[in-house]
């Protein structure tokens, strides 16, 4: 086996189609599927723990986990279908139990659910059957299963009642069923009518409550089965009508009548406050529990815009799959239909007024399949590209996301430069090469190449190589000329791969085909065809020497010099790529089931090799990076894998190359600038918010200086009050304690005739009672005589009774043995009789045997009948003795009813003597309470009349700080008006000053259009003017040829060939100075509105800055008022809180005053009762 193991060590995507694919382990780990993995993420380590999937799964279809958040199931789809329940405390998630359905054949469990107690599991099987199922699964024991629905109404959730282990809720289309496990049987204890609702999820409210989403966005309240009402969504005040029942015909009515466009609930999730739902695509209502026993919308949370997105996929228009709750309630979790997971923190929901938007759990995810991968030599970084429009630039150390752009286009492949600085992206119209900025994927060159499915650079990152279907292209990175096209393909190249030297190039296709190149030449060194086989991956070994490959004839081939040296026998699986290890010792490969293959190199004769289950769709690219540390999987379920690669002692890989990673990243020349524009306005903005700090301050500090000073002499007056106030309160309480005295002694009088009374009634009562007690105990011990007596007498009765019975029985027995002796002598006689007949008369004697026969049968039935009779008379007897014996019995139990009577009328004395010690120590407590209260109620008095007083002080202040208030906050209003005029003027002035700028730049328009005919004017007058210059001199060079007439004759003709041109164009200027003039009129003219209009703007420029000086003076005084009248208000405010609490303390004590009066009133009366 190989040497070299691969972990699986960090995984990037979610997989999508499994219901309830994400729950909470604890506060900070959650379990959600990827690939053919369940991960546990602890989002605060980022650090990942993997569940693996069996291996021979079809894919998963459910998660559940109990409620005590220690066990995980699965179910996987299979020719037989099970449930696997996961121990999660165990490290490596130990598997416990798998639950199957016994001799049941099930193909899939759509959903599942844990009891509360955690101790029961249900599995909803498929159609066509959709049959219910419950486990006692630590046992693996089915213990019923019940048919939920038929096959056009498909179930999309159960449930357990988290109050009730033995209730469960089934919902579904058209469906909506209780049941409850009793007597070893599930029986359906509800029948609502909902056959044409369509139920997508539900939740437990309480132990009868149920509310379930419908895919018409209605929630549907149901109490103990049946429908009673529905919330209403749309607004935010939700009414409910709880009085009496929905009309059923109204529900179904409204479901049939709604649109497509109507939002669908697709998850609902209750907690301690009331239930989150999903409302339509990409958001998620809050509802909150009244006093009303109803739920009020109280918050919407949103799934936020992307802005790296395009229009046609928004981030916002994602449906919500899944929602979970933290077990502490402090986060809330969700799973979208596009393979992404949020999260949000109640505690910001509850602080934060304006909307509120999610976040990403992890980081954000392809939705689609991966078709490319790619990683660089300078930077710890892969480039994915996939069929939902993006690239995604990944950080395989730092397990984030560093880029991710969205384009219009489906990304067919992606190359990584070796520096990490640039990337080649292949569309299916051209090849981008882009820059990777800071903070933006930009492109920077387009190459006509369509339809790129493979592209990648060389190592020295001069050069890079395109497929465009069976031909590859060669690229110069420096000059980006087409260098080579590598031509010999038939069919579509599916694999590229560059020599370390960049010296070789080697490609396969799906003609079967494998070519090594020379990237110098453009010729073929070695090639190796086998037309039965369609390759989909190709390698180059760690010494370039060999090349691997594999394809669709299950085998991993190793090609050396047009030859297969070695071949890996084939397996049941189709190997769909290949990496090789640059440390040379093992080759990993993957596979169309999703799992990756190790195999140890030189490659083995058999069938040797380390297994691991990775991805649920086929493998489309791996990678293994430069130092050998990690090795990259893609695949076409949207999932990116990171595997640790190292050897069985758990070590990492020593690699020969010393790689450095370098921190350089690529900034615009435009963005720096901006960031730097951006930097010194904020440090301006900081300095001016600081002066402004510093002389808010200053203000405020000297506001409340002089509010200390108001406030000392305030509280000093109040004090000299209060002091008179004592001095009147020391008087009243001498007054009250005099009184107090007199009333304790007429108390005390009392008292004590109050005791007397008592000694007195209650000695009478004793006595009473004593002589009912030796009352009943004569009557108890005449009742023992009399039911002895009463016993012999039965004895005596049932004896003789007896003695009669033998007596009679005997004698009828004796009769009925004479009987039978005299039968028998007489048939002696009859047959001696027949004897000498049958001698006699032989005709008659078979008539004469039958009659005797008759006869003797009859006798035989009447002495049966006798017997019979005899016997029922025994039975009877034998009952009366029965019922005899049962009243002797019942006798003794009443003489043992009587014995505890006496027994509990003797306990009764007891304890009525024990009460009346009782009643004397309460009656010497009362007397020392009754002091104690009395010393209290005094007291108390005191209290409520300072507090009165009080009171009276407070309200006469609340009413002045009102009256105070009132005109300040009218002069708010007014400025506030003021401020508004203010406003509409500037916008009237700017309104004004973009027109006159528009017709500025008109005339400067036209001015410019002027000058332009000006220049082309004068260069006409010099043009002429250099003509005269010329003519003249040719005339005078004529002159000299007068004497001549030929030759003159000659030179004038000359003269007049040459500038007959140009006295046309005279001619021409002649009739165009007209045209000049009104030119150069018009010219003037606008000259002079031109001017005119400057001197305006100026003035209205001057104008405006005056006005706006003005505006700003008036708004900053303005704003210093207000805030001076917002700090009076909140401390008038405060102050009012004050008093009002002060209030309430005064209330109290005086509503406790009358009840602790009333107290020693009502204990005398309580003790006379009793």
Same mark, same amino acid.
Not at 628 to 649: A, N, P
């Given at each position: 086996?190989?040497?070299?193991?691969?972990?699986?060590?960090?995984?990037?995507?979610?997989?999508?189609?499994? *219901?309830?694919?994400?729950?909470?382990?604890?506060?900070?780990?959650?379990?959600?599927?990827?690939?053919?993995?369940?991960?546990?993420?602890?989002?605060?380590?980022?650090?990942?723990?993997?569940?693996? /999937?069996?291996?021979?799964?079809?894919?998963?279809?459910?998660?559940? &986990?109990?409620?005590?958040?220690?066990?995980?199931?699965?179910?996987?789809?299979?020719?037989?279908?099970?449930?696997?329940?996961?121990?999660?405390?165990?490290?490596?998630?130990?598997?416990?139990?798998?639950?199957?359905?016994?001799?049941?054949?099930?193909?899939?469990?759509?959903?599942?659910?844990?009891?509360?107690?955690?101790?029961?599991?249900?599995?909803?099987?498929?159609?066509?059957?959709?049959?219910? &199922?419950?486990?006692?699964?630590?046992?693996?024991? @089915?213990?019923?299963?019940?048919? =939920?629905?038929?096959?056009?109404?498909?179930?999309?959730?159960?449930?357990?009642?988290?109050?009730?282990?033995?209730?469960?809720?089934?919902?579904?289309?058209?469906?909506?069923?209780?049941?409850?496990?009793?007597?070893?049987?599930?029986?359906?204890?509800?029948?609502?009518?909902?056959?044409? &609702?369509?139920?997508?999820?539900?939740?437990?409210?309480?132990?009868?409550?149920?509310?379930?989403?419908?895919?018409?966005?209605?929630?549907?309240?149901?109490?103990? /089965?049946?429908?009673?009402?529905?919330?209403?969504?749309?607004?935010?005040?939700?009414?409910?009508?709880?009085?009496?029942?929905?009309?059923?015909?109204?529900?179904?009515?409204?479901?049939?009548?709604?649109?497509? $466009?109507?939002?669908?609930?697709?998850?609902?999730?209750?907690?301690?406050?009331?239930?989150?739902?999903?409302?339509?695509?990409?958001?998620?209502?809050?509802?909150?529990?009244?006093?009303?026993?109803?739920?009020?919308?109280?918050?919407?949370?949103?799934?936020?815009?992307?802005?790296?997105?395009?229009?046609?996929?928004?981030?916002?228009?994602?449906?919500?799959?899944?929602?979970?709750?933290?077990?502490?309630?402090?986060?809330?979790?969700?799973?979208?239909?596009?393979?992404?997971?949020?999260?949000?923190?109640?505690?910001?929901?509850?602080?934060?007024?304006?909307?509120?938007?999610?976040?990403?759990?992890?980081?954000?995810?392809?939705?689609?399949?991966?078709?490319?991968?790619?990683?660089?030599?300078?930077?710890?970084?892969?480039?994915?590209?996939?069929?939902?429009?993006?690239?995604?630039?990944?950080?395989?150390?730092?397990?984030?996301?560093?880029?991710?752009?969205?384009?219009?286009?489906?990304?067919?492949?992606?190359?990584?430069?070796?520096?990490?600085?640039?990337?080649?992206?292949?569309?299916?119209?051209?090849?981008?090469?882009?820059?990777?900025?800071?903070?933006?994927?930009?492109?920077?060159?387009?190459?006509?190449?369509?339809?790129?499915?493979?592209?990648?650079?060389?190592?020295?990152?001069?050069?890079?190589?395109?497929?465009?279907?069976?031909?590859?292209?060669?690229?110069?990175?420096?000059?980006?000329?087409?260098?080579?096209?590598?031509? /010999?393909?038939?069919?579509?190249?599916?694999?590229?791969?560059?020599?370390?030297?960049?010296?070789?190039?080697?490609?396969?296709?799906?003609?079967?085909?494998?070519?090594?190149? $020379?990237?110098?030449?453009?010729?073929?060194?070695?090639?190796?065809?086998?037309?039965?086989?369609?390759?989909?991956?190709?390698?180059?070994?760690?010494?370039?020497?060999?090349?691997?490959?594999?394809?669709?004839? +299950?085998? +991993?081939?190793?090609?050396?010099?047009?030859?297969?040296?070695?071949?890996?026998?084939?397996?049941?699986?189709?190997?769909?790529?290949?990496?090789?290890?640059?440390?040379?010792?093992?080759?990993?490969?993957?596979?169309?089931?999703? =799992?990756?293959?190790?195999?140890?190199?030189?490659?083995?004769?058999?069938?040797?090799?380390?297994?691991?289950?990775?991805?649920?769709?086929?493998?489309?690219?791996?990678?293994?990076?430069?130092?050998?540390?990690?090795?990259?999987?893609?695949?076409?379920?949207?999932?990116?894998?990171?595997?640790?690669?190292?050897?069985?002692?758990?070590?990492?890989?020593?690699?020969? *190359?010393?790689?450095?990673?370098?921190?350089?990243?690529?900034?615009?020349?435009?963005?720096?600038?901006?960031?730097?524009?951006?930097?010194?306005?904020?440090?301006?903005?900081?300095?001016?918010?600081?002066?402004? $700090?510093?002389?808010?301050?200053?203000?405020?500090?000297?506001?409340?200086?002089?509010?200390?000073?108001?406030?000392?002499?305030?509280?000093?007056?109040?004090?000299?009050?209060? $002091?008179?106030?004592?001095?009147?309160?020391?008087?009243?309480?001498?007054?009250?304690?005099?009184?107090?005295?007199?009333?304790?002694?007429?108390?005390?009088?009392?008292?004590?005739?109050?005791?007397?009374?008592?000694?007195?009634?209650?000695?009478?009562? +004793?006595? @009473?009672?004593?002589?009912?007690?030796?009352?009943?105990?004569?009557?108890?011990?005449?009742?023992?005589?009399?039911?002895?007596?009463?016993?012999?007498?039965?004895?005596?009765?049932?004896?003789?009774?007896?003695?009669?019975?033998?007596?009679?029985?005997?004698?009828?027995?004796?009769?009925?043995?004479?009987?039978?002796?005299?039968?028998?002598?007489?048939?002696?006689?009859?047959?001696?009789?027949?004897?000498?007949?049958?001698?006699?008369?032989?005709?008659?004697?078979?008539?004469?045997?039958?009659?005797?026969?008759?006869?003797?049968?009859?006798?035989?039935?009447?002495?049966?009948?006798?017997?019979?009779?005899?016997?029922?008379?025994?039975?009877?007897?034998?009952?009366?003795?029965?019922?005899?014996?049962?009243?002797?019995?019942?006798?003794?139990?009443?003489?043992?009813?009587?014995?505890?009577?006496?027994?509990?009328?003797?306990?009764?004395?007891?304890?009525?003597?024990?009460?009346?010690?009782?009643?004397?120590?309460?009656?010497?407590?009362?007397?020392?309470?009754?002091?104690?209260?009395?010393?209290?109620?005094?007291?108390?008095?005191?209290?409520?009349?300072?507090?009165?007083?009080?009171?009276?002080?407070?309200?006469?202040?609340?009413?002045?700080?009102?009256?105070?208030?009132?005109?300040?906050?009218?002069?708010?209003?007014?400025?506030?008006? *003021? &401020?508004?005029?203010?406003?509409?003027?500037?916008?009237?002035?700017?309104?004004?000053?973009?027109?006159?700028?528009?017709?500025?730049?008109?005339?400067?328009?036209?001015?410019?259009?002027?000058?332009?005919?000006?220049? %082309?004017?004068?260069?006409?007058?010099?043009?002429?003017? =250099?003509?005269?210059?010329?003519?003249?001199?040719?005339?005078?060079?004529?002159?000299?040829?007068?004497?001549?007439?030929? %030759?003159? %004759?000659?030179?004038?003709?000359?003269?007049?060939?040459?500038?007959?041109?140009?006295?046309?164009?005279?001619? %021409?200027?002649?009739?165009?100075?007209?045209?000049?003039?009104?030119?150069?009129?018009?010219?003037?003219?606008?000259?002079?509105?031109?001017?005119? +209009?400057?001197?305006?703007?100026?003035?209205?420029?001057?104008?405006?800055?005056?006005?706006?000086?003005?505006?700003?003076?008036?708004?900053?005084?303005?704003?210093?008022?207000?805030?001076?009248?917002?700090?009076?208000?909140?401390?008038?405010?405060?102050?009012?809180?004050?008093?009002?609490?002060?209030?309430?303390?005064?209330?109290?004590?005086?509503?406790?005053?009358?009840?602790?009066?009333?107290?020693?009133?009502?204990?005398?009366?309580?003790?006379?009762?009793?």
């Amino acid at each position: 086996m190989a040497a070299v193991v691969a972990q699986s060590h960090f995984i990037f995507g979610l997989r999508t189609g499994v *219901r309830n694919n994400l729950c909470f382990v604890d506060e900070q780990t959650v379990v959600f599927p990827s690939g053919n993995n369940c991960v546990c993420y602890n989002t605060v380590q980022r650090c990942q723990r993997f569940i693996p /999937g069996s291996e021979r799964s079809q894919g998963m279809r459910a998660l559940a &986990i109990s409620a005590n958040r220690r066990y995980l199931a699965v179910s996987e789809c299979a020719d037989k279908a099970t449930i696997t329940v996961f121990d999660l405390q165990h490290e490596q998630g130990r598997r416990r139990k798998n639950l199957t359905t016994g001799d049941m054949l099930v193909q899939e469990f759509v959903c599942m659910a844990f009891s509360p107690d955690s101790k029961y599991l249900i599995g909803q099987t498929g159609g066509p059957d959709w049959v219910l &199922i419950l486990w006692l699964w630590e046992k693996q024991k @089915v213990l019923a299963t019940v048919k =939920t629905s038929n096959s056009n109404n498909p179930v999309t959730q159960v449930s357990f009642n988290p109050y009730n282990n033995m209730q469960l809720c089934v919902s579904g289309t058209g469906v909506f069923k209780l049941f409850r496990y009793s007597e070893g049987a599930l029986k359906q204890s509800s029948f609502p009518k909902v056959e044409s &609702i369509n139920f997508l999820c539900h939740t437990w409210m309480t132990a009868e409550r149920v509310i379930a989403g419908t895919d018409t966005g209605r929630l549907l309240v149901f109490e103990s /089965g049946d429908l009673r009402r529905e919330i209403n969504v749309a607004s935010k005040a939700v009414h409910e009508q709880c009085g009496r029942k929905v009309d059923m015909k109204k529900i179904k009515d409204a479901d049939v009548d709604q649109g497509p $466009n109507v939002p669908r609930i697709t998850a609902i999730l209750s907690y301690a406050k009331g239930f989150a739902c999903s409302l339509g695509s990409g958001t998620v209502c809050l509802f909150e529990k009244n006093e009303e026993d109803s739920y009020r919308r109280s918050r919407e949370i949103r799934i936020p815009p992307d802005p790296n997105s395009n229009e046609l996929t928004p981030a916002e228009c994602q449906e919500i799959d899944t929602m979970c709750i933290s077990p502490a309630e402090e986060t809330l979790a969700i799973s979208t239909d596009r393979g992404q997971l949020y999260s949000i923190s109640m505690s910001s929901v509850e602080i934060k007024e304006e909307h509120v938007h999610f976040e990403f759990l992890s980081q954000p995810f392809h939705s689609k399949s991966i078709t490319g991968l790619s990683v660089c030599i300078r930077k710890p970084l892969v480039a994915t590209s996939s069929l939902d429009h993006s690239v995604r630039i990944w950080n395989y150390e730092t397990k984030v996301l560093e880029l991710y752009k969205e384009f219009q286009e489906e990304a067919h492949s992606v190359a990584l430069h070796p520096t990490g600085l640039f990337i080649l992206v292949g569309f299916s119209d051209k090849l981008r090469l882009m820059n990777l900025l800071i903070d933006d994927i930009r492109t920077f060159k387009d190459f006509t190449v369509r339809s790129c499915r493979e592209c990648a650079f060389s190592h020295g990152g001069h050069m890079f190589a395109a497929v465009n279907g069976n031909v590859i292209h060669i690229y110069s990175v420096t000059s980006f000329e087409n260098i080579l096209n590598l031509k /010999g393909h038939n069919g579509k190249v599916r694999g590229i791969e560059w020599s370390l030297d960049d010296s070789r190039l080697v490609s396969c296709g799906m003609d079967g085909a494998v070519y090594e190149w $020379n990237t110098q030449t453009g010729k073929r060194e070695s090639e190796s065809v086998l037309k039965s086989c369609s390759y989909t991956g190709v390698a180059f070994s760690s010494d370039c020497k060999t090349i691997l490959a594999v394809g669709t004839d +299950l085998t +991993l081939k190793e090609i050396q010099d047009c030859q297969v040296l070695r071949e890996v026998p084939a397996d049941e699986v189709a190997h769909t790529a290949v990496a090789v290890s640059h440390s040379g010792r093992v080759v990993f490969t993957g596979t169309s089931s999703g =799992t990756i293959r190790a195999i140890k190199y030189p490659l083995p004769i058999q069938k040797e090799w380390l297994m691991y289950q990775a991805h649920c769709g086929p493998v489309t690219k791996m990678v293994i990076t430069f130092d050998d540390q990690f090795l990259l999987t893609v695949s076409e379920d949207g999932c990116l894998l990171m595997w640790r690669i190292i050897d069985k002692e758990g070590r990492g890989l020593k690699s020969n *190359r010393q790689i450095i990673h370098t921190e350089e990243i690529l900034v615009t020349k435009l963005d720096l600038e901006e960031k730097t524009q951006n930097m010194l306005e904020l440090k301006m903005r900081l300095e001016e918010l600081q002066m402004e $700090n510093e002389y808010q301050l200053r203000l405020k500090d000297m506001n409340h200086n002089e509010k200390m000073k108001e406030m000392s002499d305030k509280y000093t007056q109040e004090i000299e009050s209060m $002091n008179t106030v004592q001095q009147v309160m020391k008087t009243e309480k001498e007054k009250q304690q005099r009184e107090h005295q007199e009333r304790f002694a007429e108390v005390t009088v009392k008292h004590s005739k109050e005791l007397k009374d008592f000694e007195l009634s209650y000695s009478q009562k +004793l006595i @009473v009672e004593h002589e009912r007690y030796q009352d009943l105990q004569h009557t108890c011990q005449r009742m023992q005589q009399d039911h002895e007596k009463q016993l012999k007498a039965e004895e005596e009765s049932r004896t003789q009774a007896l003695e009669e019975l033998t007596q009679l029985y005997e004698a009828k027995l004796q009769e009925k043995t004479q009987l039978l002796a005299q039968c028998r002598e007489d048939a002696q006689q009859q047959i001696r009789e027949f004897k000498e007949m049958i001698r006699q008369v032989e005709e008659d004697k078979e008539r004469r045997i039958h009659d005797i026969k008759i006869k003797h049968e009859r006798k035989l039935h009447t002495e049966k009948e006798t017997n019979t009779n005899l016997k029922g008379e025994t039975g009877i007897m034998a009952q009366k003795l029965y019922s005899l014996q049962k009243q002797i019995d019942d006798r003794c139990t009443d003489i043992n009813k009587l014995k505890q009577e006496r027994q509990r009328l003797l306990g009764l004395i007891r304890s009525l003597e024990s009460d009346i010690e009782d009643l004397k120590r309460q009656i010497s407590g009362h007397e020392k309470t009754n002091q104690d209260k009395d010393k209290t109620i005094s007291s108390l008095k005191k209290k409520n009349q300072v507090l009165e007083k009080l009171k009276f002080v407070l309200d006469f202040q609340l009413n002045e700080l009102k009256k105070q208030t009132e005109p300040q906050q009218d002069d708010i209003n007014e400025k506030k008006e *003021r &401020i508004n005029q203010l406003q509409d003027e500037l916008v009237q002035i700017d309104k004004s000053n973009t027109q006159l700028k528009l017709t500025v730049s008109d005339l400067r328009l036209k001015l410019r259009t002027r000058d332009k005919e000006m220049h %082309k004017e004068m260069q006409k007058v010099k043009d002429l003017e =250099t003509h005269l210059q010329r003519l003249k001199s040719d005339l005078h060079n004529c002159v000299s040829f007068i004497q001549e007439p030929r %030759k003159l %004759k000659e030179s004038v003709q000359k003269i007049y060939s040459c500038y007959m041109q140009g006295d046309d164009n005279l001619e %021409k200027s002649s009739v165009d100075e007209d045209i000049q003039k009104a030119f150069c009129h018009q010219r003037d003219h606008l000259q002079r509105t031109v001017n005119s +209009l400057q001197t305006r703007l100026a003035k209205s420029a001057e104008e405006h800055e005056k006005a706006y000086a003005k505006i700003m003076k008036e708004n900053v005084h303005l704003i210093t008022e207000n805030n001076e009248l917002r700090k009076e208000l909140r401390s008038s405010r405060t102050q009012a809180k004050e008093y009002k609490a002060q209030l309430a303390t005064c209330k109290k004590s005086s509503k406790s005053r009358p009840n602790s009066e009333d107290g020693p009133k009502k204990e005398p009366k309580y003790e006379d009762a009793s």
